[in-house]
């Protein structure tokens, strides 16, 4: 009896640290900030504006889902910088995501000067299976 009490101890013990750990509510994107002769820019402070639209980013039935600004990224040696998206959302927005109500869209746009108002379009591609698996 004394062992079956043990066991069912540290198997709730145990399942209570497994159900208690919520994983982070974001996904990673990684970019190059390239110049427009396409070098590099390293060690240089850059924002970022990331979209997420429903069905496409340019067609009339797009739908904006989720925005957010990544201000102040300062890029690498290689110009390289690493953003997590849905790890600003302070109201929520990204976690209420219905993933199965696909395609999404992720838009990228640059501000190379490191502001908030003067945006770049950069690119538009199809999310395809990392955040539906949120």
Same mark, same amino acid.
């Given at each position: 009896?004394?062992?079956?009490? +043990? +066991? +069912?101890?540290?198997?709730?013990?145990?399942s209570?640290?497994?159900? $208690?750990?919520s994983?982070?509510?974001?996904?990673?994107y990684?970019?190059v900030?390239?110049?427009?002769?396409?070098?590099?820019?390293p060690?240089?402070?850059?924002?970022?504006?990331?979209?997420i639209?429903q069905?496409?980013?340019?067609?009339?039935?797009?739908?904006l889902?989720?925005?957010?600004a990544?201000?102040?990224?300062s890029?690498? =040696?290689y110009g390289?910088?690493?953003l997590?998206?849905?790890?600003l959302?302070?109201?929520? =927005?990204?976690?209420?995501i219905?993933? $199965?109500?696909?395609?999404f869209?992720?838009?990228?746009? +640059?501000?190379?000067?490191g502001?908030?108002d003067?945006?770049t379009?950069?690119?538009?591609?199809?999310?395809?299976?990392?955040?539906?698996?949120?």
């Open positions: 009896m004394k062992k079956l009490s +043990l +066991l +069912l101890f540290f198997f709730t013990l145990f209570y640290c497994v159900f $208690s750990q994983p982070p509510e974001a996904f990673r990684q970019a900030v390239r110049d427009n002769s396409g070098q590099a820019i060690n240089q402070i850059v924002s970022f504006q990331i979209s639209f069905n496409s980013c340019t067609s009339p039935s797009s739908i889902t989720y925005q957010e990544h201000v102040d990224v890029t690498n =040696l390289l910088v690493n997590s998206i849905g790890s959302d302070t109201a929520g =927005l990204f976690s209420s219905d993933w $199965s109500q696909g395609p869209f992720i838009l990228t746009e +640059l501000d190379i000067d502001g908030v003067s945006f379009w950069m690119s538009c591609n199809e999310l395809m299976s990392v955040p539906y698996a949120l």
